[in-house]
């Protein structure tokens, strides 16, 4: 069994930062890449930014050049580091992992439970 726990959503005014952070834990044999995701209210989940085990990110052109998104595989945590933000990066937002479990080495597809951002203007 695995978990993905996320952290540090909240209320920010336009222009300001939050850092989101999820952490995996359970029979975890390796993962491969990892993410966000977010939905808005009325819209469909869009992807936010990835990151693989080894090799070049991944952003949504709405949110390059404002956020970061970084991992350790030591801890198995990707992180979200969100700077300018908009009225319109509100959503909530999900983690994503790919993950082979230890015991049975099936690869899965791994959700968070979702973590609120609202951008107020």
């Known amino acids: 069994q695995v978990q993905l726990a996320e952290s540090g959503g909240g209320l920010v005014q336009a222009g300001g930062s939050l850092r989101l952070s999820c952490a995996a834990s359970?029979?975890?044999?390796?993962?491969?890449?990892m993410g966000w995701f977010r939905q808005a209210p009325g819209k469909q989940r869009e992807l936010v930014a990835t990151?693989?085990?080894?090799?070049?990110?991944n952003y949504a052109d709405s949110v390059k050049g404002r956020f970061t998104i970084s991992r350790d595989n030591a801890k198995n945590t990707v992180s979200l580091q969100m700077n300018s933000l908009k009225p319109e990066d509100t959503a909530v937002y999900y983690c994503n992992a790919q993950i082979t479990e230890y015991s049975s080495r099936r690869y899965y597809d791994y959700w968070g439970q979702g973590t609120q951002v609202t951008v107020s203007s």
């Open positions: 990151i693989p085990s080894i090799g070049v990110t």
């Open positions: 359970g029979s975890i044999f390796s993962i491969n890449a």
